[in-house]
């Protein structure tokens, strides 16, 4: 089927050179005129047959809620828009609701898979209506994983069950990733074990812990075994955060998820100020030295 | 080759199934008269050409050590004990030195793989002299996946390297079963994730998540779809305690091995004694209303 | 000087007497006709000389900020309103900004101390501009407790900065019950320390650990030497909650707070989702034994 | 009463101090020549009248069971030996099995203060025989601080309950100053709190935080601050470390403590491995940028 895509970045480049395989007509948008099919959203749009599938993977927050504000004078009535990027589930029901008046409908859709979804394939959690959820299926199909639908594809509820289901995706890949690179160090640290990337690779079949995260850090270690190239400084890019804040609006206990989350906060620190304060608490009742700034 | 293999419980069993389908002869011995081979250890050497390879597969803990023991006596220079149970590595150098004073080999092996092991073989880790390992190996590719040794076999260090191996891979495990647990829940505190069985399913391809464990997820949860035929009451074998001492031995942050033991220790406490304190401060400062016991 | 206070529940009925013996006339509003001096809001407003000074004491969230509503259009300009509930400080800038318009005056109090500040008198952290903190000062150096103004009363920043103090507090306060808490756990799980309640009651002088929490759990210990007449199961009132949240947003790494946090979350569940979810892992993998629901 | 002093460091040399301002005649012995009273073991045991009473006060670990050893050989039937330093509870039923085979009774003593225990004593809690507590009884009163015995003395229980209780003392203080760190971290990120260190004195009086810790923590930062003088890097002497081992001895959840505890490991990281993991793997999948070492 026809559709349109913008955001033609690290994402959406792929994903139109996955549909492209597939037998789908994308016409994609993006400012940057090295990769854009079309010169503004406005010819994306009249470049589209009605009702016309527009697909959105630009970054989260500002850059999604304009482009879907555009989208909504430049559509009409019985077009689709669906939201692949990284949104918070928050944007979502605002975004269905300012297309609804035009008649637009409206899909968040959470993809997971990073650079290696072209070949592979990405997992999709989507939400929103069933008939538009029907509407895109091709789409979907072309872009998730070989194999059964059901497991690379969810349609996981209404209107932002999609992004919701990502975040929560996202938070449990914090979790993993900390448990792997604290046992990486543990192991690291141990003088027993002589050969810690040949240990962890033969993690990779059979054992309880096998799984695709591991697959990367063994490709990690092939090419640099200690991992000393890189700096231990982990960025994050909002899902862990949101994560822990819906587990808190629920209740829900999230030691490793936040535990993981608050690793990379202090990852980033070139001095923690809470460390200073427990340093210069131990100064004060025990006369333990400190270390001067 | 020939192998004595002690302990026939829900892994050796199976382990002498997988060795026999390749074509090894194993000899077995359990106290449990159903299942075992020979009548008594002493039987077992009897029945093993020297020099023998003779691998225990007991509890951890006395049993193992006094299976060492016994073997001290009933074997001879020249012969190979491997220790294949979750022994703590911190026995293995004793083990490895008491052998040794006779003349036998010794070599600590983690296995991991669980019940599924019989039809898709066990991750090995191993420690020891590489003679002795070098020995061994055709029975360590008989229990091995199929597929590139060092994918499913590690040679970690000497002895004591393999069970440190097999503790951190069990500590990492506590860490990713707590990630997917902590987003199991938070999904299902969630109204918008209609078909939280299906979002789960669907994490199977493509996502960064993707694992053995996420797939005994989905597994469990198409026949309990919400989990609720048991009960959120959680033991622990050892492995997960050892990972967190030796982290704090090595002054290795575990933030998350440590919060997903912690979580364990929890889940088996009806009412908690650090809660208990917690609520009669608040009652104490504040005049909060208490839950009587 | 001349008071308003709106809100005569447990704090703010212990502040008005508190105020009345420090000589100050205080005009109390309560829907509660038993504690009430006045009958209405508008009476309360009427029975004060311009300019007046009211104190909101009345639960946060709708309830305070319903007040300020309803007393920007009883208050005239000139007048001063001070929300001194636990209001989270997100609603400060817009009540403030509200009243604002009216020339109304604002400012945030955080007040500490719960059932005891009647007598010892309140810690108190306020945020706004420096002449209503001065119009004020009278009635802040009668709650506060004896002593130095500056070790009970602090003038933390603009309009907001008195409840993100309060917050801040608040988070700390979590994480020192829940340290005492746990010691207090592990002292009776000890089979070494026979007698845990003088234990605790030595740690009252001289200690690194001698507080003000220390002192209670002494007293709540001296009724209740094994905590056994209530229930672990701790509630939380926001504040918590709240400084995890902040924490996140500003980056800072909260590993103890937020630990004291899920801890009482934890303890309000019956039967935790996520162990189901650990529990019918290991029992996926290992065939490991499940209790069942 | 006479007492025999050995190590007159921080804490032994103000000891011998505060034991002389209370009438008693201490011999102390160090091996610094410009403090000790004596030049050996020998020369202190032999200006002690029997029944001798002995406190020892060296660094815990080897320091500490040597002069129990050389203690067992000086000493005679009837005198009695106090381990009063940081020694590992573990320590105290085997130097006590030890001198008890001389007839020689031991007590273990943990002491809590610092360096103000001087002015205003010591915590003390106390393991052993209740005849060898009476004996010692002058000097335990000494010691700790004014005000009734039980709120700075308690016999905790047998031999061992002494140092077990300074354990968990130790563990506790280690999430209070956690708990403090991180509140002042988050004070200072914020932009509305423009008056940290007047918010954290106002403190002091009234509320529910108040704490000896915290007026160290004032006492800090009237010197500095924005504590920027010094580093946030945080030594540990073991007690943390053991608070933590025995918690999970015994199942019990110490998520504060074990923060607490790791937030020090992190703090003497140059750089983490287990970041430069997580680093990687996010590389690995999403093509995100990384820091170079």
Chains 1, 2, 3, 4 share one sequence.
Not at 16 to 32: I, M, P, S, T
Not at 144 to 172: L, Q, Y
Request: net charge negative; with cysteine; hydrophobic share 40%.
């Amino acid at each position: 089927m026809q559709l349109g895509l913008i955001g033609l970045g690290k994402m959406g480049f792929n994903m139109r050179e996955r549909l492209r395989k597939a037998g789908h007509e994308v016409v994609g948008y993006d400012r940057n005129p090295d990769v854009t099919d079309v010169a503004s959203l406005a010819d994306l749009v009249g470049a589209l047959e009605a009702p016309r599938t527009v697909w959105i993977m630009v970054p989260s927050g500002d850059p999604t809620r304009q482009t879907v504000q555009q989208l909504g004078e430049l559509l009409s009535e019985g077009d689709l828009v669906i939201d692949g990027g990284n949104s918070r589930f928050t944007d979502d029901s605002a975004n269905a609701a300012h297309l609804d008046t035009k008649g637009i409908g409206y899909l968040d859709c959470g993809v997971s898979g990073g650079v290696w979804g072209l070949d592979v394939g990405y997992g999709l959690m989507v939400g929103g209506d069933k008939k538009h959820v029907e509407h895109a299926m091709p789409i979907f199909d072309a872009l998730r994983p070989e194999g059964p639908r059901e497991e690379g594809f969810a349609h996981a509820g209404p209107v932002g069950a999609g992004h919701f289901s990502k975040m929560v995706h996202n938070g449990i890949e914090y979790g993993l990733m900390q448990a792997y690179a604290e046992g990486f160090e543990l192991l690291e640290a141990s003088e027993l074990v002589t050969d810690v990337p040949a240990t962890i690779k033969a993690w990779q079949r059979g054992t309880v812990v096998r799984s695709w995260l591991l697959d990367l850090l063994v490709r990690a270690l092939d090419s640099d075994p200690e991992l000393d190239d890189l700096r231990g400084y982990v960025e994050d890019s909002g899902e862990g955060r949101w994560t822990v804040e819906e587990a808190i609006n629920h209740s829900v206990p999230a030691p490793v998820i936040s535990a993981a989350l608050f690793a990379r906060f202090a990852s980033r620190q070139d001095d923690s100020p809470a460390m200073r304060a427990v340093a210069a608490l131990r100064n004060q009742f025990g006369g333990h030295a400190v270390q001067k700034a």
